[in-house]
């Protein structure tokens, strides 16, 4: 094992080398060899590594060769947590911007651009699978998502939250603490709906595909929640969409109530039907739906006489899930 010891210790400096090399393919490699070398560092050796994988996540433009740098960074994390926690702060890359717009760039350079605003953003999400890194930054994205200062800040949070409750490798923790601790499907369907209210339209409101990313958060997510607390969910926000919630009212626009499933809303209240879908196809067929057969014959009626064919595909979708569930509960 020492010789083992020794031919990494040599090694090292080569690959750190050559993983600065102009090179792309010569900085892959090299991350991934550095990667194999976690577990082997000395400390002056592995602060060595921090310092280049910090200057990875900010200025490599590569994907997949920042891909290799956030993977070697992962497996330091696996071993060393606060450490590269702490090596993250000290080189001032937080989860949390003052975003701009690209064109603004050029006047204020303080600023990082959007697209390093997105590498932060995404490695700071694969490395929340565990402590401390979990607690830190999951809420800071969801706030990023719900209070955005921009709609470019909501969409590039809303991408790194999706990719990280879709991938393989999330491990179940995360989506409960996103559940338990920040309440966040709840939270994303409110604060959405809350942006097609006369005094906060939301910027990202009118944007169909942002719409179909928190759709796909939000049924990650609910998938994750054991039954009773799925069920107190549905009590929250199920009222809302069919109007007998009092706090639908707030979100009226003059003489246009908010009434997402009703054929003749206005697009911005109807596509929220979206956020529905994404959280009903995420359901357990025992899961107990309030005030289910309004629900179902509201969506029937959207379905059939809608000429939004965002709307009905949406609630078409709904129907179909909803159908299947109430098959396996008979069954």
Partial sequence: ?????????????????????????????????????????TDESRAQL???????ITHEIVSSVRYEGV???KALAQL???QVF?????????????????????????????????????CFCHLSTREPFMSYVLPQVLEQITKPQSATCCSVSLHCLRTLVLAADTPSEVHLYLHKECDAVLTLITSWIAGVSPDNIHQMTFRDMALIEAAADNKVAIQAIIFSEQNTLLEKFVPIFIGVDPQSTMLDRGKTKFQPLEVKSPPQYSHTVFLLQ???????HKAN????????????????HTCDQFVHNAAVSILACSLNKMTLSVM
Wanted: glycine content about 6%; charged content about 30%; aromatic content about 8%.
């Fill in 86 to 122: 702490k090596a993250l702060k000290d080189a001032d890359i937080t989860p949390h911007f003052d975003i701009v717009d690209k064109e603004d760039q050029r006047k204020d350079e303080q600023y990082p651009c959007v697209d390093e605003v997105q590498r932060r953003l995404e």
């Fill in 1 to 41: 094992f020492s010789e083992i010891y020794i031919l990494w210790r040599d090694v090292f400096p080569v690959f750190l080398d050559a993983s600065n090399q102009p090179n792309e393919d010569l900085r892959r490699e090299s991350l991934k060899g550095l990667t194999g070398m976690a577990g082997t560092l």
């Fill in 50 to 56: 921090l310092s280049r994988l910090c200057g990875c």
């Fill in 278 to 284: 994404g959280v009903m196809t995420g359901l357990h």
């Fill in 80 to 82: 060393y947590p606060e």
């Fill in 71 to 73: 993977s070697c960074l």
């Fill in 289 to 304: 739906i309030p005030h289910k057969d309004k629900l179902l014959d509201k969506l029937l009626e959207m379905s059939v």
